[in-house]
């Protein structure tokens, strides 16, 4: 009887991959784009059942259908072309999960880019986020939030309520001319990733902080190595910033991390 249960488990999840793998868009439109983004009007906000992506690289068209979960991403054996820019557009079933839409730009990438890829298991060196005090003590620029984060929180129209969305709404941030990023509620995960893409290497929370924070954060974007000097008037690095403003600190450590590689892709067709 057990076995006889097992079996059916065993089907139904064999019948539910398949279903997933089958998943593909109903129709798929890709143009090639040589126009300038400074030009381009606001993009018209897609309907439902609707994919729209415009001047997109093929490149992160692949990071669709194969995700990294956190910065720096790295692809190996991607071609130049791959950073051409296109117009995508495709139709979706109602009701298709994340992973369906995954699957589906796997699919399109199968069938269009030629595309075979695989993930491997890469050690990296990185960081932790820890604390840079012993009583854990945060800095000036960081509280917790007095909103509600517990619903998820809608996307700004393009163009409108920018400024005032970032600095009102949980999930979003602002960063001023001068550096300063703001927020009215971030999460530690998202501040981890928009530093690892400063520094250029993956940032691992080990702070154990959970919830939504207030952010004020002033730091530069460019990357700079550990130690190095900003010039006189510019933001202080990610790693003087830091323990300053936030009351974190970044140590660094090996970490191991995910990496994309391109077993073989040709020159999509445009339709």
């Keep these: 009887m057990l076995r006889v249960a097992f079996a059916t488990v065993l089907v139904a999840l064999l019948l539910t991959v398949a279903a ?28 439902p059942g609707e994919v729209r992506l415009v001047l997109v690289t093929l490149r992160n ?33 109602a009701g298709a ?8 730009f796997r699919s399109f990438l199968a069938d269009r880019l030629k595309l075979k890829a695989h993930y491997e298991s890469k050690d990296q060196k990185g960081y932790n986020l820890v ?48 550096g300063t990023l703001r927020s009215a509620g971030l999460t530690i995960a998202t ?9 250029g290497r993956p940032i691992i929370d080990q702070t ?12 530069q974007r460019a990357s700079l190595a550990a130690g190095a000097s900003p ?3 510019e933001a202080p690095s990610v790693f003087t910033a830091l323990p300053d403003q ?7 450590a090996t970490t191991t991390g995910q990496i994309l590689v391109i077993d073989h892709i040709e020159r999509p067709t445009e339709d």
Excluded at 97 to 104: G, H, W
Excluded at 208 to 219: E, M, N
Aim: proline share 10%.
């Design 20 to 47: 997933a793998q089958e998943a593909q868009f109903e129709v798929v439109s890709l143009k090639k784009d040589t126009r300038d983004i400074r030009s381009l009007p606001p993009t018209a906000t897609p309907g």
């Design 61 to 93: 068209l692949i990071l669709r259908g194969y995700p990294l979960p956190t910065p720096p991403i790295e692809i190996m054996n991607l071609p130049g072309w791959a950073s051409d820019t296109y117009d995508f557009a495709a139709k979706v079933e």
């Design 97 to 104: 999960s994340p992973d369906q839409q995954q699957q589906m």
């Design 131 to 178: 604390f840079a005090r012993a009583d854990h003590k945060l800095g000036p620029g960081m509280t917790p939030t007095t909103l509600d984060c517990s619903q998820p929180g809608t996307r700004p129209l393009r163009g409108r309520d920018g400024p005032e969305f970032a600095t009102s709404h949980c999930g979003w941030s602002l960063t001023d001319l001068d």
């Design 191 to 199: 501040l981890a990733r928009t530093m690892a893409s400063t520094v």
């Design 208 to 219: 154990g902080l959970s919830g939504f924070y207030a952010i004020t954060f002033r730091f």
């Design 231 to 233: 010039s006189v008037d």
């Design 246 to 252: 936030l009351g974190l600190k970044l140590e660094p």
